[in-house]
């Protein structure tokens, strides 16, 4: 059975940092792209960045600001997030889904397995 469980949310001030975890179990990570999305109540779920073997591609509103990574070796990935500001409070969510091409998917329908969620919360 496959299960992704993030961790590291939490509430923060403006300008802090966080880094999210994201656990795989049941699947080897190597074989996996993995992504972060986050959705805020009443809008849809949206892409915040994902990496496969090539590298990690980002949303454009988040791209300087966050890094994702991964550790192959304990099947976990991660989301460090820096220079947070209050319209980044959401749930934020991993997902995986085996390898299929060269260039990491930014869809949510593109991902097979997904985690609960962990809230994080900026406050000004």
């Known amino acids: 059975q496959v299960q992704l469980a993030e961790s590291g949310g939490g509430l923060v001030q403006a300008g802090d940092s966080l880094r999210l975890s994201c656990a795989l179990s049941g699947r080897t990570l190597s074989t996996y792209e993995m992504a972060w999305f986050r959705q805020a109540p009443g809008k849809e779920r949206e892409f915040v960045a994902a990496?496969?073997?090539?590298?990690?591609r980002y949303s454009d509103s988040m791209k300087g600001r966050f890094t994702i990574s991964r550790d192959n070796a304990k099947n976990t990935g991660y989301l460090q997030m820096n220079s947070l500001k209050p319209e980044d409070t959401t749930v934020y969510y991993c997902?995986?889904?085996?390898?299929?091409?060269?260039?990491?998917?930014?869809?949510?329908?593109?991902?097979?397995?997904w985690g609960q969620g962990t809230q994080v919360t900026v406050s000004s």
């Open positions: 990496i496969n073997w090539t590298g990690g």
């Open positions: 997902a995986a889904a085996p390898y299929r091409g060269i260039t990491s998917r930014t869809s949510v329908s593109d991902y097979d397995y």
